[in-house]
């Protein structure tokens, strides 16, 4: 007989952003859990408000499935001894198995005797199972926990009720004082509490007393009612998915309803109307057909529509106080210049162990004075961003963004422009921040994305000195990110970056311009570039490369960004060739004998008259071909290293390199290690499987 079960936990209200995952963590842990006690079911239906996380598991089996095998232990010759008697090696076997050597049998595996018992084990009624749950429902784990009362256990909220419903049983378990019943609740004003009949009375059972517990169905019903509301007005909402998903956490029972402001807020920066309504207030906003915002909001209640003009007005007055607010600061901050607003960075902390926040824009500035000429940045493009590099912190002390975090940059850029500043240097100071996620938006102009580079780098590079380098999860900088958007600033721009030795310059063109910290920041380089390397790889693994070639390109000796993807492309492109096996083995058999050269190698000159054999000279020659196409691109590279693979087969069977003689000897590891060198600004193709 086919079963329905139903978990519930109810809880004090959740944070809205921990119940999605929440509800998807206790389904994939109660799925493994029956997996592992190999209980079989149709389906599991996951419901979730923020009172409550449930699951509905219909189809479920009467009991566990039985266990039937045949279990191999020690050879005969080891079970017993020489007069027959069991051996403490049979005996301890059959005991882990729960038996007795009376149950052993002998079978041949082979052409060897081994013992073997027959084991069943008859499968426990899944209702003793489900008792299980209540580990797995204490086992589970959130961003941030809290303790109650005088428990020391730790949950995302305090656990209020718990329902186990085995059709109409109660599953008995406990969690601290709480007890499993078949009593859930209903909305915390409209409804009351229920007592279930059986488990699948539960959706319908919890809709009779306002809440709709299925997450699905209830933010449907969300979105339905917001573009309803647009089509009743003629607007145009945009119903995003994230501030959908969240307001969809915050309600059981919802109602949206329009709302207004007055127009004289208009004048303020739509992008502080925005942030207002929609960061602060999870109001959805509205604009006309032309697409011009309006003075008009959207909001969703958590209940029914009584009294519903008193919410509006509630709704309305807490947002105007907020955007009289938002209009104080936009007057009051339009009183102050650029240059009083830089001059207070001077006593505004970037970090107590690394320097003011005016004194991290010097450095920004010597940084960006060396993209500009590395990147052959024109007059224009220079001009701004030097500018640009010169104020771009300074909307982090003025009111409006004390009051509103989220605008930094943006209102940069509104004051800038209001000020007179050229727009170039208004948008690079606002793009300076992106991408603000991993997968956010870039900057599209030439200046912002190099003030975004150089302030992620003179971030990275100072935290890292001053030794704060992210470990584990822990990274209260982002640093992370930072790394995840210069590689993804490089590869967008397609721009040649080399960390290594831009680094180097970046700190001596701060030595120059006497803006250096007291850090020690050239001693930080090589784990610069392995930072940037580990984003890389994570990026790589995310776009599915294939494992080997990953550990190639980042192995090789190449620190430049952009490289190191058109590396990944041409492997990848290349893999499959014919002679991709023969060349990457070639050049990995250079590669191994050049590690084998003295240290001072380089410092080798190739002397024709030592040469041997002819297969010399066209290795050679070949060499001075690769050399001279390594400049051209990763590409030409690559083609040189494979026109000149037969020359290295012809080379390896006719040249001993390890020879006794030391002068011979050198000369050809020389050669080899001027071809490796070349090979490796590839990757280390001694990394790559090749079949």
Known sequence: MAHTFLLEIGLEEMPAHVVTPAVRQLQKR??????????????????????RLALEITGLADKQDDISESVKGPAKKIAQDADGNWTKPAIGFTKGQGLT???????????????????????????????????????????????????????????????????????PFSILDVTTDRV?????F???????????????????????????????????????????????????????????????????FAGSFDQKYLTIPEEVLITSMWDHQRFFYARDQ???????????????????????????????????DAMFFYKEDQNKTIADDVERLKSVSFHDKISTMAEKMQRVEAIVTVLADRLNLDATQTKAVVRASQIYKFDLVTGMVGE??????????KYALLQGEDPAVAQAIREHYEPISADGALPTSVPGAVLALADKFDSILTFFAAGMIPSGS??????????????RIATDQKWSLPVNELATAFIAAEQAANVAPELDQAGQIDALVDFLKDRVRKIFRGAKVRHDIIDAVLGGTSSDITELFTAADILTAHAADENFKAVIESLTRVIRLAQKA??????????????????????????????????????????????????????????????????????????????ANLALQLGDLDQLVVK
């Open 190 to 256: 409209l409804g009351q509490a229920i007592s279930l009949k059986t488990a699948a009375d539960y959706e319908s059972a919890l809709h009779d007393e306002y809440v709709i517990a299925d997450a699905a169905k209830r933010k449907a019903l969300i979105a339905e009612q917001i573009k309803q509301l647009a089509t009743d007005h003629n607007w145009t909402v945009d119903i995003d998915a994230g501030l959908l998903e969240e307001v969809n956490n915050l309600v059981e029972w919802p109602t949206a």
């Open 30 to 51: 109660v799925a493994d859990y029956l997996k592992d006690e190999r209980v079989s079911y149709d389906a599991i239906q996951p419901f979730s408000t923020p009172r």
């Open 474 to 487: 822990n990274d209260p900088y982002a640093l992370r990110r930072q790394a995840t958007g210069i590689v």
């Open 598 to 675: 003295p240290k001072d190698i380089a410092n080798v000159t190739i002397d024709a008259d030592k040469f041997e054999n002819d297969s010399e000279s066209q290795l050679h020659q070949g060499v001075d071909a690769v050399a001279a196409a390594a400049p051209k691109g990763l590409a030409t590279l690559y083609a040189a290293l494979v026109a000149v693979q037969p020359a290295i087969a012809a080379y390896f069977d006719a040249t001993m390199v390890m020879v006794d003689d030391e002068a011979v000897r050198n000369n050809r590891l020389a050669e080899l290690s001027r071809l």
């Open 290 to 324: 032309a697409g011009k915002l309006l003075p008009n909001f959207i909001s969703v209640r958590n209940g029914t529509d009584h009294d519903l003009q008193n919410v509006i007005a509630g709704n309305e007055k807490v947002l105007a106080a907020r955007l009289e």
């Open 404 to 413: 509103f975090a989220e605008l930094q940059g943006v209102m940069g850029e």
């Open 101 to 171: 050597p009376d149950d052993i049998v002998f079978k041949e595996f082979k052409g060897t005797e081994y013992v073997y018992v027959d084991k069943f084990i008859a499968g426990q009624p899944v209702a003793e199972v489900l008792t299980g749950l209540r580990d797995i429902v204490m086992a589970m784990t959130f961003p941030t926990m809290m303790k109650w009362g005088t428990h020391h256990f730790e949950y995302i909220r305090p656990i209020r009720w718990l329902v186990a419903l085995l059709d109409q049983d109660v599953i």
């Open 184 to 188: 859930t609740q209903g909305h915390r």
